[in-house]
């Protein structure tokens, strides 16, 4: 069960970090945040494809052909907590290691969508001291990695749950 958790969530990381790495140098002013984001989610979803590949290849080649739903989610969680860990330590090493303006460009961003959006100005001023209170917390890297485990975990137990409610299976398929 471990060699298959690692495998399967090393690729699962794997792929959501070449999407940081690309993301980072093919939009290095971070102007587009929306369309990174969307690309950045479409990578986690793509990630998660091998947890689902895992939870199966587990069932089928180790397990006989069976699963419970407990074991599912649990083959399910663990790849996901391998793939996300990936992450999360190639994006604080690109944070604190390369050094960027990631944090000054994302308050520029949201700055700019509440303007454009027509917000009052006291509203433009609250969200700008909390996005720089935020931007203070930011820097602390427990804080940092809690906050980015966040951007991608909750979908890797959306997927592990799926998963497990699918490919539970009480008897062998060719029983």
């Known amino acids: 069960m471990k060699r298959n958790i690692l495998v399967y969530g090393t690729v699962s990381g794997l792929i959501s970090v070449i999407w940081i790495l690309i993301a980072m140098t093919a939009l290095p002013d971070n102007q587009h945040m929306t ?43 663990l790849i996901a907590l391998v793939g996300s860990t990936i992450y999360v330590l190639t994006w604080l090493i690109y944070f604190f290691g390369v050094g960027t303006d990631f944090m000054d460009y994302y308050v520029n961003s949201i700055h700019n969508d509440l303007v454009a ?59």
């Open 117 to 175: 959006s027509g917000a009052s100005a006291s509203e433009i001023a609250k969200q700008t001291k909390e996005m720089n209170e935020f931007m203070i917390s930011y820097q602390n890297p427990f804080f940092n990695a809690a906050v980015t485990y966040m951007e991608i975990l909750p979908m890797g137990v959306l997927f592990a749950v799926i998963t497990a409610l699918v490919m539970k299976r009480k008897n062998p398929k060719n029983a």
């Open 35 to 77: 369309v990174g984001m969307v690309f950045g989610y479409v990578s986690m979803i793509i990630a998660n494809i091998f947890l689902v590949v895992g939870v199966k290849n587990y069932r089928n080649k180790y397990n006989g052909g069976i699963i419970s739903f407990g074991k599912a989610l649990k083959v399910g969680l």
